[in-house]
């Protein structure tokens, strides 16, 4: 069991940044690999980027490549997504997820624990 809080989104200009955190606690954060999810307004909760237990391999979806970088710190239960150059399209609810696999994982399913959201506004 682990419980996973996201913080840092906010409203910001098109081209600006911000950097998401997400801290952990119950059960080693060491032990899942961790994921970024986002959702707009009448989509569908999709892929963002994930990374591996220890961070050494990380994925990310097409949209943002280049823009946004996960990151994980073990040592303070913590994952990262600092995101780059935002675009009007990046706004969303973006959630923070868990999954007990060991690689970089994309399919929402192989995700057990979620968490809360925090709103990310980019205004053009």
């Known amino acids: 069991q682990v419980q996973l809080v996201e913080s840092g989104g906010g409203l910001v200009q098109a081209g600006g940044s911000l950097r998401l955190s997400c801290a952990a606690s119950?059960?080693?954060?060491?032990?899942?690999?961790m994921g970024w999810f986002r959702q707009a307004p009448g989509k569908e909760r999709e892929f963002v980027a994930a990374c591996s237990r220890t961070g050494g391999s990380t994925y990310y979806s097409d949209s943002v490549k280049g823009r946004f970088t996960i990151s994980r710190d073990n040592a303070v239960n913590t994952q990262f997504l600092q995101m780059n150059s935002l675009k009007p399209e990046d706004t969303a609810v973006y959630y923070c997820?868990?999954?007990?696999?060991?690689?970089?994982?994309?399919?929402?399913?192989?995700?057990?624990?979620w968490g809360q959201g925090t709103q990310v506004t980019v205004s053009s």
């Open positions: 997820a868990a999954s007990n696999f060991y690689g970089p994982v994309t399919v929402r399913s192989a995700y057990d624990y």
């Open positions: 119950g059960r080693t954060f060491s032990t899942f690999a």
